[in-house]
């Protein structure tokens, strides 16, 4: 069974470009989030998506902005990069039942 | 607000040791609390999930405990191997229909040969 997968794994940007990161969910699964994660702040909420709605978004800049699909898969774009926005990107899909899975993540670094 | 609090934030034992690592949260009102090993670099692999109505789980040389009363989950890990050294990650999922896990900081485990 195909798990979560993420593209691209690494990404490097310039500061003032944007950047679009994809997620494959868990067949079946219809519940998508995005979590960033740093050293200092630890893993981060960035929003939630079921059936193309957005459900929560957590408390980051509206440079930060997702979708999904109605095939679950989901993007998520981050434009006018910063610096501060290098972190490990990490996509789950979750049913109440099995929890979370998580994706092997996205590795951006803005130079 | 929920937070969730992992101690402690590194351990380094001997091969063959049986150990134990903490999470604690605040509000008790939770659905579920699932345990999750990452190892640098890389996402997060899910180790167990113990639903709000279950006291543990157990998988293999895991076993993972609930008491919600109290705001505490413990992770047993026996007899314990070097594959075993990874950032351990506890996270809960709060009862009020934010749709997002909290996690705790993490515990860094490295298991000497």
């Known amino acids: 069974k195909a798990g979560v997968t993420q593209t691209p794994r690494y990404l490097i940007k310039t500061r003032g470009q944007q950047v679009t990161l994809s997620c494959s969910p868990i067949?079946?699964?219809?519940?998508v989030s995005w979590y960033q994660q740093t050293p200092g702040q630890g893993l981060q909420f960035l929003f939630e998506?079921?059936?193309?709605?957005?459900?929560n978004k957590g408390n980051f800049p509206g440079r930060f902005s997702g979708r999904q699909f109605s095939n679950s898969r989901s993007e998520m774009n981050v434009s006018t990069l910063e610096l501060g926005d290098s972190a490990l990107y990490l996509c789950?899909?979750?049913?109440?039942?099995?929890?979370?899975?998580f994706g092997s993540g996205t590795r951006l670094t803005v130079v | 607000k929920q937070e969730v609090t992992q101690i402690p934030a590194a351990l380094s034992v001997p091969e063959g040791e049986n150990l134990v690592l903490n999470c604690s949260f605040t509000d008790s009102a939770i659905y579920n609390l699932q345990w999750f090993r990452q190892d640098p670099g890389k996402g997060l692999t899910s180790l167990l999930l113990?639903?709000?109505?279950?006291r543990e789980q157990t998988s293999g040389r895991l076993n993972a405990s609930l008491d919600k009363s109290s705001g505490r989950s413990t992770l047993y890990i026996a007899a314990s191997q070097p594959g075993d050294s990874a950032t351990y990650l506890c996270a809960v999922r709060p009862m009020d229909s934010s749709y997002k896990l909290i996690f705790g900081s993490g515990t860094r485990l490295l298991v000497r040969p």
């Open positions: 789950a899909s979750s049913t109440s039942k099995v929890g979370y899975t």
């Open positions: 998506y079921f059936s193309e709605t957005q459900r």
């Open positions: 067949s079946g699964h219809r519940s």
């Open positions: 113990i639903q709000s109505s279950q």
